[in-house]
T-cell receptor, first 110, second 112 residues
Framework: EDQVTQSPEALRLQEGESSSLNCSYT??????LFWYRQDPGKGPEFLFT???AGEEKEKERLKATLTKKESFLHITAPKPEDSATYLC???????????FGQGTRLTINP | NAGVTQTPKFQVLKTGQSMTLQCAQD?????MSWYRQDPGMGLRLIHY???????DQGEVPNGYNVSRSTTEDFPLRLLSAAPSQTSVYFC???????????FGDGTRLSIL
């Protein structure tokens, strides 16, 4: 059974304080690992897709990396507008069947 | 470009009532899905469709029905609402398999 575990559940940082969010996964045949951002009252917004171990992608202050067992979302010098819940999902038996983690709620204090 | 549109945004039902949650996308995506999001449970797949006329069950399909008569629309039907179906429901679509899914802003459903 495909499983995704995200840690920590919640993270509070000061503006400019860099950190990383973790997504550990077990899947039978990875067909993509996806990172989403979700703001309160909104649907998840796509950030990155990673397909193979060693792959990295960047967007502004965010950088996602992938190994065979986990993915990290690195946040460099975050700003208050980066506050959101970050969701990780894996596509296993058919990428349409995404399995989501419970998310990490990130708060950036000014 | 509207993306994925869900209606209604909020709904309150009584136990035993039925209703349909609407989902429409204007991106000509073949793949569409329905998820529910509950506190501490993450997003869970209810039903999905790989194209018009083709649907399949996800992780938590009981109590829900879907059909896909057009590429654009993918309605979710609650047959007889139960309090356990109180949740936030999200519809998503993607161009093809292994492509990222685009989500609507959800329907917040309360069953009394």
């Amino acid at each position: 059974e495909d499983q995704v575990t995200q840690s920590p559940e919640a993270l509070r940082l000061q503006e400019g304080e860099s950190s990383s969010l973790n997504c550990s996964y077990t899947v039978s045949g990875l067909r993509g690992l996806f990172w989403y951002r979700q703001d309160p009252g909104k649907g998840p917004e796509f950030l990155f897709t990673l397909y193979s171990a060693g792959e990295e992608k960047e967007k502004e202050r965010l950088k996602a990396t992938l190994t065979k067992k986990e993915s990290f979302l690195h946040i460099t010098a975050p700003k208050p507008e980066d506050s959101a819940t970050y969701l990780c999902a894996v596509g296993g038996g058919g990428a349409q069947k995404l399995v989501f983690g419970q998310g990490t709620r990130l708060t950036i204090n000014p | 470009n509207a993306g994925v549109t869900q209606t209604p945004k909020f709904q309150v039902l009584k136990t035993g009532q039925s209703m349909t949650l609407q989902c429409a996308q204007d991106m000509n995506h073949e793949y569409m899905s329905w998820y529910r999001q509950d506190p501490g449970m993450g997003l869970r797949l209810i039903h999905y469709s790989v194209g018009a006329g083709i649907t399949d069950q996800g992780e938590v399909p009981n109590g829900y029905n879907v059909s896909r008569s057009t590429t654009e629309d993918f309605p979710l039907r609650l047959l007889s609402a139960a309090p356990s179906q109180t949740s936030v429901y999200f519809c998503a679509s993607s161009y093809r398999e292994s492509q990222p899914q685009h989500f609507g802003d959800g329907t917040r459903l309360s069953i009394l």
